[in-house]
């Protein structure tokens, strides 16, 4: 594989501007043609901001990766350091760059994501939670950037909502699943134990699928969006119980249903 497409992970880069896309679409639906620039400009952003991130992530993660995952471009010696670094900051700015033509709450939106992917890198991962709730919230301000782009950000607070509870459940577990192997970070099954732990992370995962209703009710989404999202519910709730037995299990069955709901998203956008 290319040095250059491990290190971006490109693949994850253009799922990020297909999230950005489909948002869109829900907020402006078919008329989201009337924003070709808009949306161009921000999918640049996000696929910029995603190729930094993950940059920045191999530069601060060297040392256990080169135990962890040595075939990765900086343990491996395809990439030195200070060019991973010098990487992420050129496409970090590059990034912030691109949003300056956009509207006031894409240009924030941008801003604060990368401010929020910095803190994380440098602090908040290793804080456990607080690291989680992070990555959910980027993940949620993915969503908003897409409506930002046509002017309709507030169409898509629900959908960001979903996707960011999904999220901060989803990586609970994952620490869950990496307790023994988690030797510099301070995660939440740390703290108060796997058990209670998993129990929070369930109760997140409940609480997104008691609110997915909500989507339809506000007619952001069309009926043709519920039996897809019942399916979807489903996972989500054999996930919040599965996952006590088999965290990695039940973390890989969220992330279908995550594509699932992804699914219901883009179909509930057909009015």
Not at 2 to 21: D, E, I, P, S, T
Not at 47 to 53: N, Q
Not at 142 to 164: C, M, Y
Request: proline letters at 4%; glycine letters at 10%; charged letters at 15%.
């Amino acid at each position: 594989m290319n040095k250059y497409v491990q290190l971006f992970r490109l693949g994850n880069c253009a799922m990020g501007v297909v999230g950005l896309w489909l948002a869109a679409f829900i907020a402006a639906g078919t008329s989201l043609i009337d924003h070709t620039t808009e949306l161009l400009l921000a999918s640049g952003v996000v696929f910029l901001f995603m190729a930094a991130g993950n940059s920045l992530n191999d530069y601060m993660d060297r040392e256990v990766d080169m135990v962890a995952h040595p075939e990765r471009p900086i343990p491996s010696g395809r990439v030195q350091p200070k060019q991973a670094i010098w990487l992420a900051l050129i496409l970090f700015i590059g990034a912030f760059v691109l949003s300056l033509p956009l509207n006031p709450e894409s240009i924030v939106i941008g801003g604060v994501a990368i401010v929020l992917m910095l803190a994380y890198e440098w602090r908040t991962k290793r804080m456990g939670f607080v690291g989680n709730v992070s990555i959910a919230v980027m993940t949620g301000m993915l969503f908003l950037l897409g409506g930002a782009a046509v002017g309709e950000w507030r169409v898509i607070v629900s959908i960001a909502t979903l996707a960011a509870l999904i999220t901060v459940g989803r990586e609970v577990i994952k620490d869950i699943q990496d307790m023994k192997g988690d030797q510099d970070r301070l995660t939440l099954p740390k703290r108060i134990g796997p058990r209670p732990a998993g129990l929070v992370a369930s109760i997140l995962l409940l609480i997104a699928v008691a609110l997915s209703i909500e989507p339809y009710l506000s007619n952001t989404l069309s009926v043709l969006y519920l039996p897809i999202i019942v399916l979807a519910d489903a996972i989500f709730i054999y996930s919040s119980l599965f996952h006590f037995q088999d965290p990695g299990r039940g973390q890989r069955m969220i992330k279908i249903g995550m594509i699932v709901a992804m699914f219901a998203f883009l179909v509930g956008g057909f009015r």
